[in-house]
């Protein structure tokens, strides 16, 4: 019985307390004489969530970082198959801090697969342009957490049915 308990209260705590995983890596892409290493928070993003990006511009030949860099960010939301879809949802001209660090924020507004631009130098240059692919998804935390709350009901509903169950059992048996 004590066993029973045990792996019940577990099993309870282990699907009603949420669990967070946190993870972080970076990315790095050259654009004509720059090479540009994103990261990005949180690293697989929510629909209406904040990410923060970080792209540290460096010089391949001398590793060294490069300040006061202007470039372009622009934010593609893109169609799958059909590139004449595709829809510019965001542009914004930057420079580079001391550190050669571009800080950018952007909150994306549905499910779907976004490109994110670094351009540096003339706006058609391909050649001293960048991309980074984003697919942020769905938050199915409310509908996980609904239907942690029926399990939990239905767990105490089931242990009261067993309690007076066995009540009435034993009660037959003794009479």
């Known amino acids: 019985m004590k066993r029973f308990l045990f792996c019940a209260v577990f099993a309870i705590l282990l699907f009603c307390l949420p669990s967070i995983t946190y993870a972080h890596g970076g990315v790095e892409k050259q654009a004509g004489n720059i090479l540009v290493t994103l990261f990005q928070t949180p690293l697989s993003p929510l629909v209406r ?6 792209f540290i511009l460096t010089d391949p030949t001398k590793t060294k970082m490069l300040k006061n860099k202007q470039a372009r960010i622009v934010v ?3 169609t799958v ?3 004449t879809k595709d829809t510019i949802v965001f542009t914004k001209i930057v420079k580079s801090d001391t550190n050669g660090v571009i800080n950018f924020s952007y909150s994306f507004p549905k ?3 976004y490109d994110i631009d670094l351009a540096f ?3 058609q240059d391909e050649a001293n342009t960048t991309g980074f692919l984003v697919q942020p998804r769905e938050n ?5 957490q609904f239907l942690e709350i029926i399990c ?3 767990l105490v509903f089931n242990f009261v049915f ?3 169950w066995l009540r009435n059992f034993l009660r037959l048996i003794r009479s």
């Open 111 to 113: 499910t779907n697969y």
């Open 152 to 154: 939990v009901i239905s």
């Open 121 to 123: 130098g003339k706006p």
């Open 76 to 78: 593609t939301q893109t």
């Open 81 to 83: 198959g059909d590139a």
């Open 162 to 164: 067993i309690f007076f």
């Open 140 to 144: 199915l935390q409310n509908n996980i």
């Open 49 to 54: 969530e904040n990410v923060n990006f970080a």
